[in-house]
């Protein structure tokens, strides 16, 4: 009996708690767009609407350029239609390398035309836990989150093109 208890406590002493490893990630940024006239581009009937597919994000990463296409993500280019409760917009998974302290995104429209992206990150590492937040978005260097922030969109706000 005694032995039997001697290979229990011996094999509580010889397990480790493994520890767990948990990572947030809170980067995405969602853009409206619209005409002068207020009309959603994203919406087909929209005259010169805008076509997602044909959106290209660019990441500036050490000053050189990197055109974002990952096979294995839900949006390969980084760039998302999200469309739910008539609310058509646009999902942007924005640069956020850790050697710059803004990365910048470029967004290049079907049309020719590009924009920059900057956000500011807070980036979190205790060793079991780490995160990256971003808590500024500049668009063409205008503040646009959290001063004009769509209010119920989280980081989200409007551009007109």
Not at 138 to 152: H, I, K, R, T
Request: proline share 4%; net charge negative; glycine share 8%.
């Amino acid at each position: 009996m005694k032995y039997l208890l001697f290979c229990i406590l011996g094999m509580l002493v010889s397990c480790t708690k493994e520890k767990s490893q948990s990572e947030v990630v809170d980067i995405g940024v969602e853009i409206f767009i619209s005409n002068n006239n207020g009309e959603n581009l994203l919406l087909g009937s929209t005259p010169n609407s805008i076509n997602p597919d044909s959106i290209e994000l660019i990441y500036l990463i050490n000053g050189e350029k990197f055109t974002v296409y990952n096979s294995n993500m839900d949006c390969p280019r980084g760039v998302c239609y999200l469309n739910d409760s008539g609310s058509e917009r646009l999902g942007i998974t924005p640069n956020h390398t850790e050697s710059e302290e803004y990365p910048i995104t470029y967004i290049r429209w079907e049309n020719g035309d590009l924009d920059t992206l900057k956000c500011h990150f807070v980036r979190k590492d205790n060793g079991t836990n780490s995160s990256i937040v971003c808590d500024k978005v500049w668009f063409n260097d205008l503040l646009m989150f959290p001063d004009n922030a769509v209010s119920g969109y989280g980081r989200a706000f409007k551009i007109v093109k």
